[in-house]
């Protein structure tokens, strides 16, 4: 398990679909936001694969939100264009 580096949070890493990797909020996600949202494939691997998800897309499966969408210091991480 690894934490922020500016919120301190602790976050599970996933591969995006195109291979990137993403850092994800640990707990699963149970609010009232649609957006962020992710469904691990593959948790017993190293780094599982997150697909992402509406909250009806996956019924009964925990959906993990993307910690780029809940830290509150997100801003800082983003790099420029």
């Known amino acids: 398990m690894s934490r922020c580096r500016s919120c301190n949070a602790p976050l599970l890493w996933a591969l995006t679909e195109k291979g990137r990797r993403m850092p994800l909020d ?3 996600y149970g609010g009232p936001e649609p ?8 948790r017993d691997q ?5 697909v ?14 993307s910690h780029f969408a809940s830290c509150p210091n997100a801003a800082s991480h983003r790099r420029r264009r």
């Open 35 to 42: 957006s962020g949202l992710f469904v691990l494939r593959g």
């Open 52 to 65: 992402a998800a509406t909250p009806d897309a996956f019924p009964g499966e925990p959906l993990f939100r």
């Open 46 to 50: 190293l780094v599982p694969t997150a």
């Open 26 to 28: 640990e707990e699963p």
